[in-house]
C-alpha cells in the first residue's frame, strides 16, 4: 500500500488526483490532503479517503474544518506551518498541487523525507529551480512533472540522450484573447479573460493563459526541470490543444506527446511511474479530429514570453521577483484595479527596479532567500501600480 499526499486536493489538479486515487484505493495509504477555503470539499474528501490529517490554508477556518470532521478521528490543522508539518509526514508520493509561491516550503519538506514529488506547482521550480531539484537529490527524493506539457517533455525524453537534443516545442492554447484585435487587449475585463476558449479551469490560471503568463512560467520551468538551453525553447499557438510538447532531436526528428486536454494523464503518469496504467481517458479518433494547426506566439500580443526570456538570461532570484510581481498584478487585474495589458508592464518595471549589480536578485537561491525576493518584489509592484 502506497502511502500519498494531496496538497492542494480542493484544485482542479487536486480534484484529479483524487478520481485517480477513488478508483483504486485499496493500492493506496492517504497521509495528508490540504486546501484553500473550500472546507466543504476538503473535509468531504478527507472523510471518502479516511486520510490521517486534513490541513487549510486559511487559520480561520479552522473550527469550521474540525467541526465536519468531528467524529472521524481525522486530525485537522491550519496555516501555512501547519501545511510544511503535514508535508514533513512520511509519504512515497506527494502531489505538490498548491497555487503559487505558497506551494514551495511544503514541496521542499516533502522532498527532505526522500519522497517521490509530482509536481503541479510550476512556481517551485520558477522561483527555485535549483534548490527544488538539489533537495531531491541531496535528501534520495525524485521530482517528476505533472504540468501537461512538462509530462509531455519527460515522456518524449525516456531513453533519450539529453545532448541529442535540438530543440523543445512548448505548446499554448493561446487563451481567451488569440483571435482579438491587438487594439482591443487594453479593455479587457476579467471576466472575459476567464473564459476559456477550449476547457474549465479556474479565474486566476484561465486569465494566465489569456496573457500567456502561465506559459512564460512553463517556459522559465522547461530550463529549470531538464536543463536546457533557453535558446533551444520554443513556443507555438496550437488551438486544438491535443499536442502538449513536440521535442526535436539533432537527426532532424520530432518526438510529440499527443493526447486529450485531460490533466489526468499526467497526474496517472507520475502516480504509475515508470510504468503505464490504463487510464480513463478520451482516446483520440484522429479521423474525427481531421487537423493540427499552429500559430506563432506574438510577443508584442504576449509580451510575457520576452519577459521569460529576460528572467532565464538574468538568472538568480528573478523567477522569484518575476513570479511575485505577476501575482500582484493579476490581482489588481481581478480587482479592476488595472487593465489587462498592464499586468505585462507591471511585472517589467518591477524587474528592471530590482535588478542591477548587488541587487538582491543576485543572492544565493536559499528559501528564506526566495522569501524575501517575493515580498519585495510584492511591495514593488503594489507601489508601481499606485504610481501610475
Not at 476547457?199 to 536543463?227: C, H
Request: one cysteine or more; aromatic letters at 6%.
Amino acid at each position: 500500500m502506497r502511502r500519498i499526499s494531496i496538497f492542494g486536493a480542493t484544485g482542479s489538479i487536486g480534484q484529479n488526483t483524487i478520481d485517480l486515487i477513488a478508483r483504486d484505493f485499496a493500492a493506496y495509504q492517504v497521509v495528508a490532503l490540504t486546501g484553500g477555503r473550500n472546507v466543504a470539499q476538503l473535509a468531504e474528501d478527507a472523510r471518502q479517503l479516511r486520510a490521517e490529517i486534513a490541513v487549510t490554508a486559511d487559520e480561520a477556518l479552522l473550527p469550521d474544518l474540525r467541526e465536519r470532521l468531528s467524529g472521524t478521528g481525522i486530525e485537522a490543522a491550519a496555516g501555512a506551518e501547519a501545511l510544511v508539518e503535514a508535508a514533513r509526514r512520511p509519504a512515497d508520493w506527494v502531489m505538490s498541487a498548491i497555487v503559487g509561491a505558497a506551494g514551495l516550503p511544503p514541496g521542499l519538506a516533502a522532498l527532505e523525507t526522500g519522497a517521490t514529488l509530482a509536481l503541479a506547482n510550476k512556481e517551485s521550480m520558477v522561483c527555485a529551480g535549483p534548490l527544488v531539484m538539489g533537495t531531491a537529490k541531496a535528501h534520495g527524493g525524485a521530482v517528476l512533472p505533472v504540468d501537461s506539457e512538462h509530462s509531455a517533455v519527460f515522456q518524449a525524453l525516456i531513453g533519450e540522450d539529453l545532448a541529442a537534443v535540438e530543440r523543445v516545442i512548448i505548446t499554448a492554447s493561446g487563451g481567451a484573447f488569440r483571435d482579438w484585435p491587438l487594439e482591443k487587449l487594453a479593455e479587457a475585463t476579467p471576466e472575459q479573460a476567464a473564459t476559456h476558449p477550449n476547457w474549465d479551469m479556474g479565474q486566476r490560471i484561465t486569465i494566465d493563459s489569456a496573457s500567456m503568463f502561465n506559459k512564460a512560467l512553463e517556459v522559465i520551468e522547461t530550463k529549470e526541470f531538464f536543463g536546457i538551453d533557453p535558446e533551444l525553447i520554443e513556443v507555438v499557438v496550437h488551438p486544438e490543444s491535443m499536442i502538449h510538447a513536440l521535442v526535436g532531436f539533432r537527426d532532424g526528428a520530432l518526438m510529440a506527446h499527443v493526447g486529450p486536454p485531460d490533466m489526468r494523464h499526467a497526474i496517472g503518469f507520475a502516480l504509475h511511474h515508470p510504468q503505464r496504467q490504463e487510464l480513463p481517458v478520451e482516446r483520440l479518433d484522429l479521423v474525427k479530429l481531421g487537423q493540427f494547426t499552429f500559430r506563432a506566439a506574438c510577443e508584442t500580443r504576449w509580451p510575457a514570453l520576452r519577459l521569460a526570456r529576460e528572467v532565464m538570461r538574468t538568472g538568480g532570484l528573478s523567477g522569484a521577483v518575476f513570479n511575485a510581481a505577476k501575482e500582484r498584478a493579476l490581482d489588481a487585474f481581478i480587482e479592476k484595479r488595472i487593465g489587462f495589458t498592464r499586468m505585462a508592464a507591471v511585472v517589467e518595471e518591477t524587474l528592471n527596479r530590482v535588478s542591477g549589480e548587488g541587487s538582491l536578485i543576485h543572492a544565493g537561491i536559499t528559501l528564506d532567500n526566495v522569501r524575501e525576493a517575493d515580498h519585495f518584489a510584492r511591495v514593488t509592484a503594489d507601489e508601481i501600480m499606485k504610481q501610475q
